[in-house]
């Protein structure tokens, strides 16, 4: 399985608009896609906490920034991990050991995502030339970084 996460028209940049073709070409070569879709909940902690009020429900940053495959399953968060009770159950019922992210961020909700199924079980490989920050290289490299002692160096795919 591989999970596309936040590839979204507000995080596409300089930094990150490398991803979005390998993102389309990559989801071909797996049978099962989920791509996640970040929206910013009227209360939200980001708007709360930080002040954060971009990606809004209907906004022009939440949109997909790719073309998802057709076989792709979009799924809506309103927080950094995609990883949920209902996704879990979907992944034992399924038998399935891996899984495979790539997306925006790298220091935040990939990272997130990855710990998140790790700590389940679930062996998280981030492909990393398929991850970007769009906070620039500096946060990609110390995700990664930080990915590499949370998650291990083998499940990182440079």
Known sequence: MLIV???QTGFVNEHTRHVVPVVER???AYER???TRFVNAPQSPYRTFLDWGRFGEGSADAGLAFRPAAHAV???K??????TEE???ELRREGTTEVSLCGIDTDACV???AVDLFQNGIRP???AQACASHAGPEHHAAGLRLLERLIGKRQIVP
Do not use: K, N, P
């Open 111 to 113: 990272l997130v995502t």
């Open 125 to 127: 490989v981030v492909l």
């Open 26 to 28: 990559l989801q071909e």
């Open 87 to 89: 996704l879990l159950a």
């Open 33 to 35: 896609v989920h791509a």
């Open 74 to 76: 979009i799924v809506e």
């Open 78 to 83: 309103h927080v950094y991990s995609c990883v």
């Open 5 to 7: 996460v936040d590839v």
